[in-house]
């Protein structure tokens, strides 16, 4: 699928290119992957919106053919809810329908060749998540059935961290200036620091911040730009999990590269920290190790430490349990985030609590199991409720006597999943 010279960071640049609406954008972002896939055909963009719960479509890349743009809507208007898991819920980043989709749900092959007449066989999507709820895909129509290759899942799921990281740029790009709290450094294309602000003053941060420009600059030169792998290894979603580098031009056209904080933002609905629940959102959507490493920027020794806090903060036993916990078609589409005495909880949609066996709870207890089922540890417990660890962990042990349980994982099956 691939040209001979394919020049995979001007769809990088092209990605950081902030100006214009979403259509106009995409139009840039579609210009430069056609090039890569070089299939035939005319290829589709899309923005989308994805919870557990709804999926959305938003604006189509400008210039697309209305027929195109009609076969897409359909597509997505005919969709089974378990090809939308399939598709949007799975962390998949590129695969093509006869891979993905129509082998398990072969009423969508019918609905697609019937709607397309039989003229296409095949369909390949790669989707580009932007780790908040929001994303792009680009869709290409194929003639023939098709398989992606080994490298260009490694390929396009690294330029997925960057159009993701993107997304999230354009969201705050109205109020982005300069002297946007957002903007933590300036530096020229040597790496030189022009200005710095906020934790990029500290010495050893400056240092990387120079070092990564240095790499990014290798990357866009015409030798880096043919060494496609190196180049791409070079140039990661985010510099250690918390900045875009983005291109600034002065108005003597003299160029910068500007430091931005971008990292995805969550809410703490389960006592876990910004960056853990960063990582746990993309670990439930299926991705490994070394993919979050390079879409946050940071060290698969990094990621697999995360991870293994979330799970002992969640009394979650292995990482398949905590897939399954956060992946978006899996247990948490039962809840939705709210928020409660200013504590932002996950409640169900409908009872999920059987409140019969809570009846032999103290009032205090109860209280504490709401905290428990929301993730909270036994230290974030005793400062909300002013008490001391041990005092909790005693009341946490007398729950679990009480209810017959030995762990929270337990805990939380015996007060939920009995109840639908």
């Known amino acids: 699928m691939n040209t001979k010279h394919p020049d995979w960071i001007s769809l990088i640049e092209a990605s950081y290119n902030l100006e214009g609406n979403d259509s106009q954008w995409l139009k840039r972002l579609i210009d430069h992957a056609s090039r890569l896939l070089n299939l035939g055909t005319e290829p589709i963009g899309w923005t989308f919106r994805c919870t557990p719960t709804t999926f959305k479509l938003g604006n189509f890349s400008e210039g697309t053919s209305k027929a195109l743009t009609y076969v897409a809507r359909m597509s997505h208007t005919l969709a089974s809810e378990k090809s939308l898991d399939l598709t949007y819920r799975t962390g998949v980043v590129i695969a093509t329908a006869s891979e993905l989709v129509f082998p398990r749900l072969?009423?969508?092959?019918k609905m697609f060749m019937n709607l397309l007449k039989g003229r296409m066989q095949d369909l390949l999507v790669i989707n580009c998540q932007s780790g908040i709820g929001s994303g792009v895909s680009i869709g290409v129509l194929l003639k023939e059935t098709s398989t992606v290759t080994a490298q260009e899942r490694r390929r396009w799921s690294q330029i997925a961290a960057h159009i993701g990281a993107a997304i999230r740029l354009r969201n705050m790009a109205a109020r982005l200036s300069i002297d946007s709290p957002e903007v933590e450094a300036i530096?020229?294309?040597?790496?030189?620091?022009?200005?710095?602000?906020?934790?990029?003053?500290?010495?050893?941060?400056?240092?990387?911040?120079?070092?990564?420009v240095r790499y990014i600059e290798r990357s866009r030169t015409q030798v880096g730009r043919e060494n496609v792998d190196e180049a791409l290894n070079n140039w990661e979603g985010l510099v250690s999990g918390r900045w875009s580098m983005v291109d600034r031009f002065d108005s003597d056209g003299r160029r910068f590269i500007v430091a931005i904080k971008n990292d995805p933002a969550y809410p703490d609905p389960?006592?876990?920290?910004?960056?853990?629940?960063?990582?746990?959102?993309?670990?439930?959507?299926?991705?490994?190790?070394?993919?979050?490493?390079?879409?946050?920027?940071?060290?698969?020794?990094?990621?697999t430490n995360c991870t293994a806090r979330v799970q002992n903060k969640l009394g979650i036993?292995?990482?398949?349990?905590?897939?399954?916990?956060?992946?978006?078609?899996g247990f948490r589409r039962k809840l939705a985030e709210?928020?409660?005495?200013?504590?932002?909880?996950?409640?169900?949609?409908?009872?999920?609590?059987?409140?019969?066996q809570l009846a032999g709870l103290s009032e205090t207890e109860r209280d504490i199991v709401a905290l428990l089922i929301a993730g909270s540890t036994n230290a974030d417990i005793a400062q909300r409720r002013g008490s001391s660890e041990h005092t909790v962990a005693n009341q946490v042990q007398s729950i679990f006597r009480k209810l017959s349980v030995r762990s929270r994982g337990e805990l939380v099956a015996q007060l939920q999943i009995k109840s639908y």
């Open 270 to 303: 389960r006592g876990l920290t910004p960056r853990e629940r960063q990582i746990a959102e993309y670990v439930g959507l299926g991705c490994a190790s070394k993919e979050i490493a390079y879409t946050l920027g940071l060290s698969e020794a990094a990621i």
């Open 338 to 356: 709210t928020m409660l005495s200013g504590r932002q909880l996950l409640i169900g949609a409908y009872p999920l609590v059987n409140t019969r």
């Open 317 to 329: 036993t292995s990482r398949p349990e905590l897939v399954a916990f956060f992946a978006p078609n």
């Open 187 to 212: 530096l020229d294309s040597g790496g030189t620091i022009q200005d710095a602000r906020g934790p990029a003053k500290d010495h050893d941060v400056r240092d990387k911040l120079r070092e990564v």
């Open 106 to 109: 072969p009423d969508m092959h």
